[in-house]
């Protein structure tokens, strides 16, 4: 069975203090590695998709790399309006819809 | 580009009454999933389909759930005799083919 699992649930940062979001996953046949970051009330927003151990991409403050095993979500100088869940999810099988999601990290950071 | 549209964004039911959530995808979008989330847990997959098909039911519960995607007009979740454990937020999402997809605001169902 696929499984994505997340750390920490919750991490509290001060404001420019980098930090990493962990995702660990077994997912049969992987497909691609999803982050969403998810605001209270509100639908999950697409932020990256990797495809291979290795790959890295870059948004903003935001980047996120893969392995074999895990992804990292690396924040760089957080900002209050980074406060958010982040959720990680696996694609695997024949859609990239299809999604195992973990449980979420819900980050705040003070100001 | 309207992003994927769900409605309503809030649905009471009483147990055993019937709810009905829409959700129309992104234009050019044919692809739907719809994910169901319960208080206190992660996103969980519940359906797959494309235009007149179902693609991948392996999330619903096998009983009381059902959805459809007709050649016109939503995507359209239906649950039957709903029971206060049907109480959740439910999102669909679409995707132009095999893409990443993209989530709507989600429907708020609270059965009393």
């Known amino acids: 069975e696929d499984q994505v699992t997340q750390s920490p649930e919750a991490l509290r940062l001060q404001e420019g203090e980098s930090s990493s979001l962990n995702c660990s996953y077994t997912v049969s046949g992987l497909r691609g590695l999803f982050w969403y970051r998810q605001d209270p009330g509100k639908g999950p927003e697409f932020l990256f998709t990797?495809?291979?151990a290795g790959e890295e991409k870059e948004k903003e403050r935001l980047k996120a790399t893969l392995t074999k095993k895990e992804s990292f979500l690396h924040i760089t100088a957080p900002k209050p309006e980074d406060s958010a869940t982040y959720l990680c999810?696996?694609?695997?099988?024949?859609?990239?819809?299809?999604?195992?999601f973990g449980q979420g990290t819900i980050l705040t950071v003070h100001p | 580009n309207a992003g994927v549209m769900q409605n309503p964004r809030h649905l009471v039911r009483r147990r055993g009454q019937e709810a009905r959530l829409r959700c129309s995808p992104m234009?050019?979008?044919?692809?739907v999933y719809w994910y169901r989330q319960l208080p206190e847990e992660g996103l969980k997959f519940m359906v797959y389909l494309q235009k007149e098909n179902i693609i991948d039911e392996s999330g619903m519960p096998k009983e009381r759930f059902s959805a459809e995607f007709p050649k016109e007009g939503p995507s359209i979740l239906r649950i039957q005799q709903v029971v206060r454990g049907d109480s959740a937020a439910y999102f669909c999402?679409?995707?132009?083919?095999?893409?990443?997809?993209?989530f709507g605001q989600g429907t708020r169902l609270t059965v009393v």
């Open positions: 990797l495809y291979s």
């Open positions: 999810a696996g694609a695997g099988g024949t859609s990239y819809g299809k999604l195992t």
């Open positions: 234009k050019g979008h044919s692809h």
């Open positions: 999402a679409s995707s132009p083919k095999n893409t990443e997809a993209f």
